[in-house]
């Protein structure tokens, strides 16, 4: 069962549990990168903390998960229950620019992610790597955080890594990409601060 209950000043707090994991999240999207995240995957917590900091949105996470299995049900619901605090935090998404994208060289790496904060979750996913693992995950668990973040959170989100050798780079460049998008996505336009971004008045998914 999943509890989301918004707050003022675009904030969220979740509560997801499920016989595989037990998960909270407490999102701020007008923070300041404020990061304390214990998933008990040490790759995906310096991932998420990426996230975190580059975007200026606040995340507390706390993640129990069966990882004497392996690390998927961990990773998936946890980019579950982080969208799902994100969609809470936006609330009827008033005001915000609605698209983001960002282009981030991580020295040998190029990686490029493209947003809308649409209400039609998609995710487009070009990220490859040569490796099976690095750290305590497994590379393929990736896109699974990412699909159910996009899935949650209601947002279309395309992801490309262009080119690079390190492993570690290419997926690090996608998740500070993902930050950078996702800071100019939710930031109040000053011009339109009242305003739902799109001519439906809508942004949810029946658009």
């Not at 999102?27 to 903390?49: N, S, Y």
């Not at 955080?145 to 279309?156: D, K, L, V």
């Not at 262009?162 to 950078?180: D, P, Q, T």
Request: charged share 25%; net charge negative.
């Amino acid at each position: 069962m999943d509890t989301a209950q918004p707050e003022t000043a675009r904030r969220a707090r979740i509560e997801r549990a499920t016989n595989e994991t037990r998960i909270s999240v407490e999102i701020a999207l007008d923070g300041a990168g404020r990061h304390d995240v214990r998933t008990g995957v040490g790759f995906l917590d310096h991932m998420l903390e990426q996230l975190s900091r580059h975007s200026l949105i606040d995340l507390t996470v706390r993640a129990e998960g069966d990882l004497h299995i392996d690390a998927h049900h961990t990773t998936e619901d946890t980019g579950i229950a982080i969208g799902q605090a994100l969609a809470a935090a936006l609330g009827d998404r008033k005001g915000i620019v609605r698209y983001g994208e960002a282009t981030i060289p991580m020295d040998e790496t190029l990686s490029r992610v493209a947003l809308d904060i649409s209400g039609r979750p998609y995710l487009v996913w070009k990220v490859e790597f040569t490796r099976d693992r690095l750290g305590d995950m497994d590379t393929e668990l990736f896109r699974e955080w990412f699909q159910g973040f996009a899935q949650a959170a209601g947002i279309t989100l395309h992801a490309e890594t262009f080119y690079g050798v390190n492993n570690h780079h290419r997926i690090e460049s996608c998740f500070k990409a993902l930050a950078r998008a996702l800071r100019q996505a939710v930031a109040i336009d000053p011009r339109r601060p009242d305003a739902v971004p799109s001519t439906k008045g809508t942004l949810g998914g029946s658009l």
